[in-house]
Nanobody
């Protein structure tokens, strides 16, 4: 089992920045993908970004260059730097991990609320 704990959410004004962190613990071997998702009220969960253990990144369409994902393989932490935040970025943000042989995201954090005021 892998446990994920997100932190760094909160209330920010439009145009501001936040940095989310997600720490993995437990059986952290072979955490190939670490990623971020979000879910706004009444909407489906949305993929934001993922990063491989080798540092390769991939972003969802909604990010538009405003978010940057990174990870620390020693600490087993994944980060999401969010800049130029907009009210429509308001959501619960979740991190997830996927091991090397898995076909889907296996473990999820409990989520952290991000609220962007106009």
């Amino acid at each position: 089992q892998v446990q994920l704990v997100e932190s760094g959410g909160g209330l920010v004004q439009a145009g501001g920045s936040l940095r989310l962190s997600c720490a993995a613990s437990g059986r952290t071997d072979n955490l190939y993908y670490m990623g971020w998702f979000r879910q706004a009220p009444g909407k489906e969960r949305e993929f934001l970004a993922r990063v491989t253990s080798g540092g390769m990144t991939y972003y969802g369409d909604s990010v538009n260059g405003r978010f940057t994902i990174s990870r620390d393989n020693v600490k087993n932490v994944v980060y999401l730097q969010m800049n130029s935040l907009k009210p429509e970025d308001t959501a619960v943000y979740y991190c997830a991990v996927r091991k090397a042989l898995a076909s889907s995201w296996e473990y999820w954090g409990q989520g952290t609320q991000v609220t962007v005021s106009s």
